[in-house]
């Protein structure tokens, strides 16, 4: 059975470092380390440049009752109406069974509840299987990339959109 709902910080967090511990290929790609449980706090703290935490939207993705997906969405960047899904990520044995496109479609719901006319996110070069599913659910390329070395792995980093018809 699959459920998606709102993650709470104080109820979910150990379920949210768990997760993580089995998504290591991704923070291995990613920041080029395991996470641990400060990282898997963060995700209900970190946001997008100018947008507040406290209104993203922290998602879940339960299949029968274990977490095994998650998505953070905020509001306000890049232009204060856009909405921005700064992580959704699925456990490696779930991905390419339509999970994803579940969620995104979720995230998307909540976008277009709130007003928000784009959906932009972040994808890195190091995770082709990523952009090609972004690109699959409609996203497209903004021209707008920027070399990030803030864990020492010099990614290079290409802003995507996707228009919503609110």
């Known amino acids: ?16 470092v768990q997760f993580y511990e089995t998504t290591q290929d991704y923070w291995l790609t990613a920041e080029g380390k395991p996470p641990g449980r400060q990282k898997a706090a963060a995700f209900f703290t970190d946001g997008p440049p100018g947008c507040n935490p406290a209104e993203a939207c922290h998602l879940g993705l339960f299949l029968d009752g274990g ?11 890049p232009e204060p109406g ?12 779930t991905r390419g069974a339509g999970h994803g496109q579940a969620l995104l479609a979720k995230v998307e719901q909540l976008a277009r509840k709130a007003g928000s006319p784009s959906l932009y996110l972040a994808v890195l070069d190091a995770n082709p299987r ?12 903004t021209g707008l990339s920027r070399r990030d070395n803030s ?13 919503l018809q609110v």
């Open 1 to 16: 059975m699959r459920e998606i709902r709102r993650l709470d910080p104080r109820e979910d967090l150990q379920a949210v």
């Open 151 to 163: 864990h020492g792995l010099n990614h290079m980093v290409r802003r995507m959109v996707k228009p």
């Open 67 to 77: 977490l095994a997906g998650l998505a953070e969405l905020s509001f306000g960047f």
């Open 82 to 93: 856009d909405a921005y899904p700064g992580l959704m990520l699925l456990a490696p044995p």
């Open 130 to 141: 990523g952009r090609a599913f972004w690109e699959r659910a409609g996203f497209t390329d």
